[in-house]
């Protein structure tokens, strides 16, 4: 089953977006908020059959406060059938970038 | 004591990973004031000096490198990786670096062929 960045991306959407709908930027529960979604979202992609694939999921909620940030990758891999797949969520008081990443197994 | 010694050419070597990612990160970056136009190249050079840098070490691993830079204004930033692999050889190794103005995260993956 090859990785599909676009299916991938629209179960990241989702699960963000149910575990951060109205949620304020919180330093006390963070870290765990963080933690969860990561193993959520993998456990998702497991389920739904890419389990060719080794995962790797990256979250990083940080603080609204106008500040600029920036994040870039590169991978060092087999372009013909590794992938990966992203997503940005926004409100008032956070912002949420996930990135999956999936490389194939022979 | 030899065992350890010869493994070497298949294993990530976290240290090694961590010198290869302080090294990357204070050419590219330095004592430089964040610059809203100049992140963009930051990043992927950070990344990309950290790609070849690895890619001569010549191990049959593939690599996922990732960078975040972040102006300093107060703001809190979190992040957290999960990673579905093989436990037994592939590890990942990740360095939080900062200056006067800019905080610096760079991960890097190592996933064994």
Redesign the interface.
Known sequence: MRFKPAIIKEYIHEIVREHLSGVQYDPESVPELTRSLAECIKDKVKDEGFDRYKLIVQVLIGEQRGQGVKMSSRCLWDADTDNYAEDVFMNDSLFCVVTVFGSYYY | MDDYLTEDKTVFVVEEVNKIIKCAVETVIGENS?K?SR??Q???S???Q??IQ??KLGKPF?????????????????????????NTT?E?CTVRWENKSMYVIV?I?G?A?
């Not at chain 2, 593939?62 to 990786?81: E, V």
């Open positions: 964040y809203h992140v963009n930051w990043t992927t950070v990344v990309e950290c790609l690895l890619s593939k690599y996922i490198a990732n960078c975040i830079i972040m102006q300093k204004n107060g703001a809190g930033l979190q992040t957290a990786s999960t990673c579905f692999w093989d592939d990942s991960s993956f996933l062929i």
